[in-house]
């Protein structure tokens, strides 16, 4: 192998279009959300059927919200890695490829946003 063969597979870890950093990424993502989903069941589990005011409540503790947002985050991340996985392997067409990636990534931003959004509200303000 000579320094230039070397230089090639330098540069090409650090390429965008190299899959291992995805790859990871969504592997991390996957083994993060295990803990994270079984502690959104087990709040979620604590105060279903109960009215609004003890949800609100529940969701005020530091801890719950911030496993809560988590979790949150982790899900819509490995949702979008998921989905991006589905359409550069199922669509062709590069102009639509790229189009649905845009879109996907700006709908998981604005889903995020939201919904951090949301549980901040009701964990400092109800």
């Known amino acids: ?35 994270s989903s079984l502690l959104f069941i087990y709040f979620f589990s604590a105060v279903f059927g109960k009215g609004h005011k003890a949800v609100i409540v529940y969701f005020q503790n ?17 949702l979008k890695q998921g989905l991006q996985v589905v359409i550069e ?17 700006l709908l998981v931003w604005i889903l995020s946003v939201l919904s951090i959004m949301a549980l901040g509200k009701i964990a400092f303000g109800g």
């Not at 392997?89 to 990534?105: A, Q």
């Open 89 to 105: 392997d199922y669509v062709h067409n590069i102009k639509m490829n790229k189009s649905l990636l845009r879109i996907i990534s």
């Open 62 to 78: 530091d801890f719950v919200a911030l496993a809560t947002g988590l979790f949150l985050v982790v899900s819509l991340l490995h």
């Open 1 to 35: 192998m000579n320094v230039k063969s070397i230089k090639n597979v330098i540069y090409s870890l650090n390429s965008k279009e190299h899959g291992l950093q995805h790859w990871l990424l969504q592997k991390v993502s996957a083994i993060l959300l295990i803990p």
